[in-house]
């Protein structure tokens, strides 16, 4: 059964004039669950259903890997760390640093989150004090690459902690218009050559820190992830990490442990500020646990609203609106014929909003997320983080993240969103809003 889909020119004229993620949302309307666009001889296959979720990540996976979707990420962003890295690479990668990411290991980065926290609401009462407006996603941003740029190498000057996020972000500003772009990527174009230098920043960065650490006994190294990947030996070889593997591993955990992050906090803001019912309920539960003190790690338990807001946050503004498993044999899904060398793309901003899985999915409700409504839903209507054994391996670190860092804001700050502002949504590598979110900080 041939798979429907929009056409060549009218793909390309529908996503120059709607954007990526809007026309996407009016192709799945259009031709259903499962459709596609061909683009010369690749072909790219959209699969909106959770049973589609599941046999790709789950039933299916042993026909999907991350091939040549993947290869401007791991050529100019992040080598062959987790994200990009296949086969028997990956597997011990995914193996040797799975103990660090889980909800226990992450605890371990909670003092600092709350450091970093209170750090934000010191900055946040002077701006209050001053009605200044800010930029939300760059508020987020900032405080996100100060605590994994902490937690990765013990990184304590914002003067460094500025300078490897600008970089980072400038070499993720070039792979995401890479994607766009009909120019070959080695033209030397100003953002091939802005790129280059970032590139050469943060690897030179990298290798002085491991150098320097290597150089020093190994009882004087601080308590980071960086010591804890060079520690880390392989069960059955014995073997340590390549300086080249630490290198791909440090800016792969950079890239995907702050970014994403920063993003759903951003959305965070954004959903309390337009549904002002849901905020009432999330202050009436901080104040009521807290009373103004500063949360720890350890009383999160007693927040179930906050972190119900934080998952519908995940379900209606995830970070990663679509990722991609490229078929590397011929497959089936939803009874259509999927070729080898397909990519299918999976898209959790959509998935998230399918009718027959969620009740008025367009409306923010934390109320989802009982524990009686969770159970009674499919479980692949929902995968913020991915599914299967590639999950992201870093989502116990972001869930930590979020509801610390909203408990301690939201006690003490309502950030009200510029009047008139209608945000646009927008698919930017990750979602994002065109323009930023201007808001006002205000305390409560």
């Known amino acids: ?36 666009v061909r683009i010369g001889r690749r072909r790219l296959v959209f699969a909106m259903h959770p049973d589609a979720v599941e046999h790709v990540n789950v039933a299916g996976r042993r026909s999907y890997e991350k091939l040549r979707s993947y290869d401007g990420v791991r050529k100019f962003l992040i080598g062959q760390g987790l994200v990009t890295s296949t086969g028997e690479l990956w597997r011990r990668q995914r193996k040797l640093m799975a103990p660090f990411y889980t909800p226990k290991g992450v605890q371990a980065y909670a003092e600092l ?3 970093d926290g209170a750090r934000l609401v010191a900055r946040w009462q002077t701006l209050a004090e ?31 902690i500025d ?21 070959p ?10 790129y280059d230098a970032a590139r050469e920043l943060v690897h ?32 059955e070889t014995g073997q340590a990490m390549s300086e080249s593997l630490l290198r791909d591993e440090s800016i792969t955990t950079f890239f995907a ?19 002002p019912h849901v905020a009432e309920r999330l202050h009436e539960e901080l104040d009521r646990v807290f009373g103004g003190r500063t949360p720890s790690a350890d009383e999160l338990r007693q927040l179930p609203y906050t972190l119900r807001v934080i998952k519908e946050v995940l379900r209606l503004y995830p970070a990663a609106p679509f990722y991609v498993r490229d078929a590397i044999t011929a497959d089936r899904i939803a009874g259509f014929e999927v070729p080898a060398g397909a990519a299918v793309m999976l898209s959790p901003y959509y998935t998230h909003r399918h009718p027959e899985f969620w009740d008025d999915p367009e409306v923010f409700d934390p109320d989802r997320w009982t524990r009686e409504r969770e159970a009674a839903r499919h479980p692949h209507a929902y995968h913020p983080f991915a599914a299967g054994p590639r999950i992201c391996i870093g989502n116990n670190f972001s869930l930590l993240e979020s509801h610390l860092l909203l408990a301690t804001l939201a006690q003490r700050f309502t950030p009200r969103l510029r009047a008139g502002f209608e945000p646009r949504w927008v698919m930017q590598g990750t979602l994002g809003i065109e323009g930023g979110l201007p808001v006002v900080i205000t305390a409560r």
């Open 163 to 183: 300078r490897m996020k600008s970089a980072v972000e400038t070499m993720i500003a070039f792979v995401n218009g890479q994607m766009t772009s009909f120019l």
């Open 130 to 160: 001053r009605g200044a407006e800010v930029d939300m996603a760059e508020e987020m941003t900032s405080i996100t690459a100060s605590i994994i740029l902490k937690a990765m190498f013990s990184a304590e000057t914002m003067d460094s």
């Open 185 to 194: 990527a080695w033209l030397p174009t100003r953002q091939r050559r802005e």
């Open 113 to 115: 989150m709350a450091k």
């Open 257 to 275: 442990g702050h970014e994403t992050t920063a993003r759903t906090m951003t959305f965070a803001w954004y959903a309390l500020a337009a549904n």
């Open 204 to 235: 030179r960065s990298i290798e002085a820190i491991i150098a320097e650490r290597r150089a020093a006994d190994e009882s004087a190294w601080p308590d980071d992830l960086l010591s804890k990947l060079m520690k880390a030996r392989d069960e």
């Open 1 to 36: 059964m041939t798979i429907p889909g929009p056409g060549l020119i009218p793909f390309l004229t529908g996503v120059r004039k709607a954007g990526f993620l809007d026309f996407m949302g009016s192709a799945w309307r259009e031709h259903g669950d499962v459709f596609q």
